[in-house]
């Protein structure tokens, strides 16, 4: 009679992990099958097509080992162009990642304020980040316009009564990576302070109150509670901006072209204009796969210096 | 007595003070908000003071910001200008975004949402590789994989096909949907399936009901993601036939001839369906984008 019991019981336990077997790998499949081919596979062909020189209107390929890293990378001939870009990238996130993170924070302690309507701020606040970057450089090259019918120059002409001369913001070298900086700037920052915003709603009460009791002010409340609390949510943010950085392409795309004397190009935009316009796929796949160290790095960096947190606490 | 009305006076005049002390503070934090949106929306009202301006009134310094001679001429000109082969249409732009969004959204849904209730619930041989490969992807982002998918997909290009097809699923979708299913309590799911319900039954009976608000913020995050996409479809496309939105107002911009009247209206229209859905879900859009950084 036991016996009888029992086994039934274990038959169905067998039963429901098959099922659970099938059911698994039929409900995987759709979007494993498809992050393979179009992110697994893509992502090993970089390293793949890195090492030939592909042609894709001739179909012409051969292989040519290390020659496409030494030609970006090392050649005195066609080297400078992208560690220029390369440079640019990281001048552009040291402009952007204070600039940004800073004006975040502002903009966030601003709504975190018990006040009526505070949602409808918030509503502008964070507007700019549901327009598409092309959208936002259509609007801005009006702006940026180098004569005095662009937006800037004639507030800072009439502002100043006539003495300042146009400026061509986006022509001149020095001048036009900060110039896209700030668009960036207005475009994205909306993104980082919701996540700010976030994490001071996450802060304890009580903690404010202590501080207050020892008689804190508002600035040392600041210091020593609302930022060390902070913390995380910053290397986050800091992180995600120097990425973000590094991708940068479409305004660059339509605004620059990389110019004025390269002083605005960047990784992305060397590497797309390889394969689009010099058709050479396997030049910028080598230039994508130093993109993916440079990401990859950056990530264990913010993995460490997160756990480090931990340690600590 | 007389001592306690004095306090009491004294008492009353600090709580008035102490009130109109607030007010001139919360005024003050009003005119800073205030002048702060003015700032973040001026680039918006150009846009949409310049989409009803004559052409040749758009680009004008400050006057840019002043509404007058308004006229619907731009918007008409934005069907005119785009009526033939060599241009394309406008509606077919629209249609085309319409339907690559459509794709990425719901499809990313379906497969994402699926793949991520394996991973936090099934028992399955496999799982834990899977997972693995999901959280390495969540790091990748798509500019790295640009250059090689546009190689690989040589075949599809000036398709709508190659424009949805790499982005249905998504490592970062999975990973969201993942986060929340394993964060639901799973007693309802294990009581169903002791009743004898199957995976899938537990799928969308139980989980998808359950679990409207991460299916949301995947929604509002891909439809975004999906809408102003540009990079890969500049990339892919030649033909005006499959343009979408963002690629055929940029065309249009670079040409050598500006009219920024009818620029202005075209970045209106293109704009105008994300900004309806954003003012009426805005809640939601800035929950979602808070929620997505939530990890690591």
């Known amino acids: ?36 081919l179009f992110v697994i596979i893509p992502f090993v062909t970089a390293f793949v097509l890195s090492f030939y ?7 012409h390929s051969n292989f040519m080992g290390f020659e496409q890293y030494r030609r970006i990378l090392f050649d005195p001939e066609t080297s400078p162009a992208f560690w220029q870009a390369l440079g640019n990238n990281f001048q552009f996130a040291l402009i952007v990642v204070p600039l940004q993170t800073g004006l975040a924070i502002a903009l966030a302690l601003l709504l975190n304020q018990k006040l009526k309507g505070i949602a409808f701020f918030r509503t502008f606040f964070f507007m700019p980040v549901v327009f598409p970057m092309s959208l936002v450089a259509v609007i801005w090259s009006l702006f940026y316009s180098r004569d005095l019918r662009g937006m800037f120059n004639s507030l800072l002409h009439s502002i ?11 022509g001149t070298p020095g001048l036009a990576l900060a110039s896209i900086a700030l668009m960036s700037i207005w475009a994205g920052v909306g993104f980082q302070m919701v996540i700010v915003l976030a994490g001071l709603q996450e802060i304890p009460m009580e903690l404010y109150e202590a501080a207050s009791l020892d ?40 605004l620059t072209s990389g110019g004025p004397l390269g002083t605005t190009s960047t990784v992305m935009y060397q590497s797309v204009t390889a394969a689009l316009t010099d058709d050479n796929v396997g030049k910028g796949s080598a230039m994508t796969v130093v993109f993916v160290i440079i990401i990859i790095a950056i990530t264990v960096v913010q993995r460490l210096v997160l756990r480090q947190e931990k340690e600590i606490k | 007595m007389r001592t ?5 006076i004294d008492n009353r005049q600090a709580h008035r003070r102490r009130k109109t ?11 800073f908000l205030s002048l702060v949106t003015l700032i973040f929306f001026a680039p918006i009202a150009y846009l949409l003071i310049g989409s009803f301006k004559p052409k040749n009134e758009v680009l004008s310094g400050l006057g840019g910001f002043i509404p007058e001679h308004l006229t619907l001429e731009n918007y008409s000109n934005v069907f005119k200008a785009f009526d033939g082969e060599a241009t394309g249409y406008f509606y077919k732009f629209y249609v085309n975004s319409i339907i690559v969004t459509v794709a990425i959204v719901f499809g990313g849904l379906v497969v994402n949402s699926m793949l991520a209730y394996a991973l936090a619930r099934l028992r399955w041989t496999g799982r834990n590789v899977i997972l693995g490969f999901v959280v390495l992807l969540v790091i990748l982002p798509f500019e790295a994989i640009a250059v090689p998918l546009y190689d690989l997909l040589n075949d599809y290009r000036n398709t709508l096909f190659a424009q949805y097809i790499p982005f249905v699923a998504s490592a970062f979708s999975v990973f969201l949907f993942y986060t929340f299913f394993i964060g639901l309590s799973s007693e309802i799911q294990e009581a169903a399936r002791i009743d004898g319900a199957g995976p899938w039954r537990v799928y969308f009976q139980i989980l998808v009901p359950m679990s409207r608000p991460v299916f949301a913020s995947v929604t509002i995050l891909s439809f975004l993601a999906a809408w102003n996409s540009f990079l890969f479809p500049l990339m892919m496309v030649d033909s005006a036939d499959v343009r979408p939105l963002p690629l055929a107002m940029t065309v ?4 050598q001839q500006k009219d920024w009247g009818t620029i202005f209206a075209f970045g209106v229209l293109l704009i105008l369906p994300v900004m309806i859905v954003y003012l009426s879900f805005q809640r939601f859009f800035i929950q979602s984008v808070a929620s997505s950084a939530v990890k690591g």
């Open chain 2, 4 to 8: 306690n009305s004095v306090a009491q």
């Open chain 1, 215 to 254: 008689k804190a002010g508002k600035w040392q409340q600041f210091r020593a509670v609302t930022l060390p609390s902070l913390r995380n949510t910053l290397v986050f943010v800091v992180i995600i901006t120097t990425i973000f950085s590094l991708r940068l392409f479409d305004q660059i795309f339509i």
């Open chain 1, 1 to 36: 009679m036991a016996s009888t019991a029992k086994a039934p019981m274990g038959k169905s336990r067998k039963k429901r992990f098959g099922y659970d077997q099938w059911a698994g790998i039929l409900m995987s499949l759709p979007a494993s099958l498809m992050l393979l």
């Open chain 1, 53 to 59: 020189n592909v042609h894709l209107s001739s179909g």
């Open chain 1, 160 to 170: 100043s009564g006539g003495a300042i001369n146009p400026i061509d913001w986006l």
């Open chain 2, 252 to 255: 249009f911009f670079q040409q």
């Open chain 2, 21 to 31: 002390r607030k007010l001139v503070k919360n005024l003050a934090s009003y005119g």
